[in-house]
């Protein structure tokens, strides 16, 4: 019983999760694709359990992916460019992760891995006229 409760502390200890990548993109190196710049919401099953992400593009090369699990939240500060169909994003390691996206309509489908597409839609617009 001992080992459930210290289980229990460590998983309620570590619920809420933020990484941030400081920025590494120069104003004149940000390339956004307009169309798909503002808030966009998915909810799925994942092997934890049910999960609510929201991922917001700004016009800056901003990004910010949020995801909520039952016992969970996790939220990332990024820089992101868009280029030739594919988002791509520097890495805490110095790599750069390209995740090619389509957007047919209102929904937003990225390819984050092989086989995994991941299909988000659209809840808010962000204009970036005069930006």
């Known amino acids: 019983m001992a080992g459930f409760a210290a289980l229990a502390a460590i998983i309620l200890g570590s619920g809420c999760a933020s990484i941030h990548v400081p920025p590494r993109i120069a104003p004149a190196q940000c390339v956004v694709d307009p169309s798909i ?37 996790i939220t990332m500060r990024q820089q992101y460019r868009a280029m030739a ?8 390691n110095g790599r750069t992760t390209a995740w090619p996206y389509r957007l047919e309509g209102n929904v937003l489908s990225i390819t984050e891995a092989p086989g995994e597409v991941i299909t988000y839609t659209r809840s808010a617009t962000r204009s970036c006229a005069g930006s």
Do not use: E, I, V
């Open 37 to 73: 710049t503002g808030t966009w919401t998915d909810t799925r099953m994942t092997q934890l359990g049910p999960a609510w992400s929201k991922l917001s593009l700004g016009c800056d090369c901003s990004a910010t992916y949020r995801a909520q699990l039952l016992w969970m939240r």
């Open 85 to 92: 169909g594919q988002l791509l994003r520097d890495t805490a």
